[in-house]
T-cell receptor
Framework: EPEVTQTPSHQVTQMGQEVILRCVPI?????FYWYRQILGQKVEFLVSFYNNEISEKSEIFDDQFSVERPDGSNFTLKIRSTKLEDSAMYFC??????????????FGEGSRLTVL | KNEVEQSPQNLTAQEGEFITINCSYS?????LHWLQQHPGGGIVSLFM???GKKKHGRLIATINIQEKHSSLHITASHPRDSAVYICAVNPGNTGKLIFGQGTTLQVKP
């Protein structure tokens, strides 16, 4: 069964360092997303990406964050200069469509980021 | 006020019991998702609903758009159903889901 894969599963970094989280969405999906979950809190939307551009982003997704689909298979989330409060589980997801008909989401297993 | 509220927050059941988890929301939506989060943290999509009812195995999800309410039912619960169940709504068509706080279910043998 096709699945969304994320790497790394866990990354520990020092505050101020750049981090890149990688995702390989399901191959025929067209919509890609990043969500995050701070320990003990709700899952939060970060950004959605379609047709090689950001279609929507949340207030959390400030200038420190960027996304890219560099080669048609990977979908990356970059945090330029990590802060302590960026420590969270980051989930990548993909879907065939975005509406009620084909917008079922498929999630990766998550990348846990710990900023020291 | 949270836009998506789930109840109960925590639920303990005996194996075999019928379980209901409720979700109320306050915004207009195009779809509602029920998700399962494993103890290890991974998230699996259980259902996406825009109307009516869906069934998959022992799981049933219903939605009442007029009342802005959805329920997830688990029949003949089993310890392997122990997980966090999350309701999330899609107010538009961009995947910008609004998540509930989750319901932690423990099913005891």
């Amino acid at each position: 069964e096709p699945e969304v894969t994320q790497t790394p599963s866990h990354q520990v970094t020092q505050m101020g360092q750049e981090v890149i989280l990688r995702c390989v969405p399901i191959s025929n999906h067209l919509y890609f997303y990043w969500y995050r979950q701070i320990l003990g809190q709700k899952v939060e939307f970060l950004v959605s990406f379609y047709n090689n551009e950001i279609s929507e982003k949340s207030e959390i997704f400030d200038d420190q964050f960027s996304v890219e689909r560099p080669d048609g298979s990977n979908f990356t989330l970059k945090i330029r200069s990590t802060k302590l409060e960026d420590s969270a589980m980051y989930f990548c997801a993909s879907s065939m469509g975005a509406g009620a008909g084909t917008g079922e989401l498929f999630f990766g297993e998550g990348s846990r980021l710990t900023v020291l | 006020k949270n836009e998506v509220e789930q109840s109960p927050q925590n639920l303990t059941a005996q194996e075999g019991e019928f379980i209901t988890i409720n979700c109320s929301y306050s915004v207009g939506i195009s779809a509602l998702h029920w998700l399962q989060q494993h103890p290890g943290g991974g998230i699996v999509s259980l259902f996406m609903l825009s109307s009516g009812k869906k069934k998959h195995g022992r799981l049933i999800a219903t939605i009442n758009i007029q009342e802005k309410h959805s329920s997830l039912h688990i029949t003949a619960s089993h310890p392997r159903d122990s997980a966090v169940y999350i309701c999330a709504v899609n107010p538009g068509n961009t995947g910008k889901l609004i998540f509930g706080q989750g319901t932690t279910l423990q099913v005891k043998p």
